[in-house]
């Protein structure tokens, strides 16, 4: 499958949405119009980057979200993928390989040291992609503190 790779634009919104719920219901995360609406009004900003992928007949296949991180040990910055999903018709095709060369490309342009991201170690598609492009976090492991 050829695809290609775009910013978001307000034109890709109702696209962009449709798959972002798909996105939520994957991951079992109840997604209501309010958090949409600022995931979307988030990804307009400078700090938060969206891009999609269209197959050659122009239907939005994938996404991916990312933002810029400074690392202050190490004294540079990275971006970290947020959300990296492919609709299930269009998996193994090359659009999660094609969304993550984007960030890659992206991050070589602005001189970032590094492309980060998480995936589940139960899904072995996911692990796969992390494998093809990543070194391991070198033992690190994340942990989440939930707050309040």
Request: glycine fraction near 8%; proline fraction near 3%; hydrophobic fraction near 45%.
């Amino acid at each position: 499958m050829t695809v290609t790779i775009k910013p978001l634009t307000e034109r890709d919104f109702f696209a962009w949405y449709a798959l972002f719920t798909e996105y939520a219901a994957s991951a079992e995360i109840e997604l209501t119009d309010e958090h949409a609406m600022r995931v979307w009004t988030r990804l307009q900003s400078d700090d938060a980057h969206g891009v999609v992928a269209a197959d050659e007949g122009g239907q939005t296949v994938g996404l991916v979200h990312f933002i810029g991180i400074e690392r202050l040990l190490q004294g540079d910055s990275t971006f970290l993928i947020e959300d990296l999903y492919v609709a299930e018709h269009a998996r193994r095709a090359g659009v999660a390989t094609a969304l993550v060369e984007h960030v890659r490309t992206r991050a070589e342009e602005e001189g970032r040291a590094a492309v980060r991201w998480v995936s589940r170690p139960d899904d072995p598609a996911a692990k796969a992609l992390h494998d093809k492009f990543a070194a391991s976090a070198g033992g690190w492991v994340l942990h989440d503190l939930p707050v309040g």
